[in-house]
């Protein structure tokens, strides 16, 4: 059983096909107990086919959350953790939706109940806070809906934070490579 979720991990790998031809891969991990959670992953364009297989991980690491191998209190950090990585929050919002009845059952009521959502906070489109607001419609969940209100209000300052400065962010970045 896992007890702790804290640690760093960083590992760059340099491909070589011949001496022109080289590539790195860089993974990034960092968490501090579930109150922080980094995942990034640097690829070269040819090898974005890898994308798929960190999804397959991601997948694996939900579907190890919700069986015994995980303590129940700590089924929401797997979420959170995988709706932080931008490969992985369609997956986290499609798991969590598919999964609600069961979540709902576990932890209605509880403290660790709205932990479940808090994380879709990390989405940048409209489109994705409607969704959720059409969700919870169909599936009402007592005593989250100011938890819902908080993410898709959330999500759409993201939304309107982006379509006002994405071009002005991408530009700074450029100059600072």
């Given at each position: 059983m896992i007890q702790s979720m804290t640690g760093f991990a960083s590992k760059t790998?340099?491909?070589?096909?011949?001496?022109?031809?080289?590539?790195?891969?860089?993974?990034?991990?960092k968490t501090l107990n579930a109150r922080y959670f980094e995942l990034?992953?640097?690829?070269?364009?040819?090898?974005?086919?890898?994308?798929?297989d960190l999804l397959k991980?991601?997948?694996?690491?939900?579907?190890m959350a919700f069986s015994d191998q995980?303590?129940?209190?700590?089924?929401?950090?797997?979420?959170?953790?995988i709706w932080a990585n931008p490969v992985g929050r369609d997956l986290?919002?499609?798991?969590?939706q598919s999964?609600?009845?069961?979540?709902?059952?576990?932890?209605?009521?509880g403290h660790l109940y709205p932990?479940?959502?808090q994380s879709a906070a990390y989405f940048t489109d409209n489109k994705k806070a409607d969704e959720i607001e059409k969700f919870f419609?169909?599936?009402?969940?007592?005593?989250?809906?100011r938890t819902i209100a908080q993410v898709t209000e959330q999500i759409r300052a993201n939304d309107l934070w982006l379509k006002r400065d994405k071009s002005k962010l991408s530009n700074f970045l450029r100059m600072v490579k």
């Amino acid at each position: 059983m896992i007890q702790s979720m804290t640690g760093f991990a960083s590992k760059t790998l340099t491909i070589i096909r011949d001496k022109d031809h080289k590539a790195n891969i860089s993974i990034h991990l960092k968490t501090l107990n579930a109150r922080y959670f980094e995942l990034n992953s640097k690829l070269p364009h040819p090898f974005s086919h890898l994308e798929t297989d960190l999804l397959k991980l991601l997948k694996k690491s939900l579907d190890m959350a919700f069986s015994d191998q995980m303590r129940a209190q700590d089924r929401f950090k797997a979420i959170s953790f995988i709706w932080a990585n931008p490969v992985g929050r369609d997956l986290a919002w499609e798991y969590v939706q598919s999964n609600w009845e069961s979540i709902t059952k576990t932890f209605a009521g509880g403290h660790l109940y709205p932990r479940f959502i808090q994380s879709a906070a990390y989405f940048t489109d409209n489109k994705k806070a409607d969704e959720i607001e059409k969700f919870f419609k169909k599936n009402p969940s007592v005593g989250l809906e100011r938890t819902i209100a908080q993410v898709t209000e959330q999500i759409r300052a993201n939304d309107l934070w982006l379509k006002r400065d994405k071009s002005k962010l991408s530009n700074f970045l450029r100059m600072v490579k």
